[in-house]
């Protein structure tokens, strides 16, 4: 195969690296023992330096060994970006563990999943959510509940009178500063995070290696309720490591850490690249465009991963002219395209090219992105290091001439092992091309002559709100819950801030006819993660079927474009 790529790849870099064999504890543990009273991690003022940052992992690392959790277990990890998550992320994996990164946003309804699939007995999250974590579990059958719930409160790793420009805004304050009572659990025992880390108990040896599990992140699909992706520490390791080359991360470094550290990105490529980069992560934990520009400004960040929507709102806030963004050497991300005319300014004003990148939850953050010499705007990249991509046709799975459109596929140290206890979703996903093992990605896009891939459609049926991707059959099957709703249909909508929004086409039983539109947003409202509750419910006599009585969706959003 030609890679015309190559003659844009970064003159300073290996077109593909060997990884270090050792675990992903080992990359804290070293950042520790080699810089341990920089700051590794910044949360309203406070600092944690990398020494204390791991003597707290050794220590919650030793009481989920005492709580039972042994090698190659499932840990449910619920929590917004805070300095806990941090710690806790890498406990689990100090005590051999496997981290279970989920949504906060998600609701009890949907927390059962996260418990039951991944057979997990342990879960460590925030005061404001332990209540929805103890519903999902109080709801299980005996054998399937939650044995343990370690709750933090945000206020464990602050200072709740801290003033200045690193205070939290007062809309935060009663979501922050509430110190929440630990809820009860049937069959099982809620503990204190403080408890938890005052427990003295010692850690067990570490003996996990590259080849063993280290994440289960899930993914939703076309069907069904989320699939695990099985990540061993070699492949997030690959990407952490190609990460820090490739965006020149150093203990120097200084990251906004505002991209969801429950999310694949947020996981690799801000906090596994930083820890080891022995950089420093200026934590937020959710966006706030005044609270971003002022944590710029006063702690000099040097590299911010963001979506697009954040940097357009952040340009648009009444006070940008007071923020500096002068310390800025590298500003990228993805989850949506970033609009040219956005991009320009940021170049023309700041001299800052905006790196955009591509990549799924299966292959831990980037399979793509674009050179920091060379970069091409609303452009997925090109391969990363170690990767071979192609276009090829999704029926045939011929590869396709430069410039025509096809399913793009993915083969690399990055690519995930396969879906957790679905043997038949796993071989669905891969395809032997040329003698390897590609990842069918799902996404069309074409290489232009340069070998640079651009994004053109999606083969599977998914909508991108904000960067947050909601597949429809999820919500489908959480709505059909609803006693009113006889039949439903999840489709995308226009949306001028969030790209595109969740609509729902609806047939209601004709016992309650005399349902609302807004009773269903309501009732979705308490089922569902914030971002996949329909913004619009379109009620039809009807939806549109094919011979064989499935739904045709596609009608649906075509008429939705049209209008």
């Known amino acids: ?81 805070c300095p806990q998550l941090v710690v806790a992320h890498f406990a689990i994996l100090r005590a051999n563990a496997v981290v279970v990164p989920v949504n906060p946003m998600n609701r009890a309804e949907e927390l059962k999943h996260y418990i039951t699939d991944p057979d997990a007995k342990v879960a460590i999250t925030t005061g404001d959510l332990a209540p929805e974590f103890a519903k999902a579990s109080d709801a299980l059958a005996p054998g399937e509940r ?77 069907t069904g309720l989320p699939k695990g992706c099985i990540h061993h520490h070699s492949s997030l390791m690959h990407n952490a490591y190609a990460c820090q080359l490739w965006g020149l991360s150093s203990s120097e470094t200084v990251v906004l850490a505002v991209v969801p550290m429950f999310h694949i990105t947020g996981v690799v490529s801000v906090l596994h690249t930083m ?9 937020m934990p959710r966006w706030d465009r005044e609270v971003a520009g002022r944590l710029i400004s006063r702690r000099k960040v040097t590299s911010w991963t963001n979506i697009p929507t954040m940097v ?30 956005v991009a320009q300014r940021l170049y023309e004003q700041y001299g800052l090219r905006y790196v ?64 957790w206890k679905r ?72 949306d001028a801030y969030r790209g595109e929004s969740v609509k729902a086409v609806v047939v209601l039983r004709a016992s309650h006819k005399s349902t609302t539109e807004q009773e269903i947003i309501d009732w979705c409202r308490e089922n569902m993660a914030v971002y996949k509750i329909p913004r619009a419910v379109q009620f039809v006599d009807a939806l549109p079927k094919s011979g064989s009585g499935k739904v045709m969706w596609r009608l649906l959003q075509e008429a939705e474009n049209k209008g």
């Not at 980037?366 to 010499?373: A, G, I, R, V």
């Open 1 to 81: 195969m030609d890679r015309p790529h190559y003659k844009f790849w970064p003159q300073r870099l290996p077109r593909s690296i060997t990884i270090p064999v050792t675990s992903l504890w080992h990359n804290l543990a070293t950042s520790a023992e080699r810089f341990p009273d920089k700051a590794a991690l910044v949360f309203f003022g406070r600092e944690t330096s990398y020494r204390e940052l791991a003597e707290q992992v050794e220590r919650l690392a030793g009481t989920l060994h005492a709580l039972g959790v042994k090698r190659g277990d499932r840990v449910v990890l619920d929590m917004q970006n």
């Open 146 to 222: 939650l044995a343990h719930l370690i709750v933090t409160q945000f206020t464990d790793a602050f200072d709740a009178e801290v003033q200045g420009d690193e205070a939290p805004p007062a809309a935060w304050h009663d979501w922050l500063l509430t110190r929440h009572p630990l809820p009860a659990l049937a069959g099982g025992q809620a503990m204190a995070w403080s408890d938890a880390l005052a427990a003295g108990h010692p850690p067990p040896a570490h003996v996990v290696g590259a080849n063993d599990m280290a994440l289960l992140p899930y993914t939703s699909g076309t």
């Open 275 to 283: 820890i080891i980069s022995a950089g420093t992560l200026v934590i």
């Open 312 to 341: 357009i709102d952040l340009l648009g806030s009444p006070n940008f002219a007071s923020f500096d963004l002068g310390s800025l050497v590298h500003i990228g991300g993805g989850g949506a395209a970033m609009p040219q005319a």
């Open 356 to 419: 955009e990148g591509y990549g799924l939850t299966e292959t831990a953050a980037p399979s793509h992105t674009n050179p920091f010499e060379n970069p091409k705007q609303q452009c997925l990249g090109i391969p990363f290091m170690s990767t071979d991509a192609r276009v090829v046709d999704p029926d045939t799975l011929k590869e396709m001439p430069i410039g025509e459109s096809g399913e793009i596929i993915i083969h690399g140290p990055e690519v995930f092992q396969g879906y």
């Open 423 to 494: 043997p038949d979703a796993t071989e669905a996903a891969f395809v032997e091309f040329e003698g390897k093992r590609f990842f069918r990605s799902g996404d069309m896009g074409r290489m232009d002559e340069d070998g640079y891939f651009f994004m053109t459609d999606r083969l599977k049926r998914m909508i991108n709100a904000s960067g947050f991707k909601v597949w429809p059959a999820e919500v489908e099957l959480l709505m059909f819950r609803h006693p009113a709703i006889q039949e439903a249909c999840v489709i995308a909508t226009k």
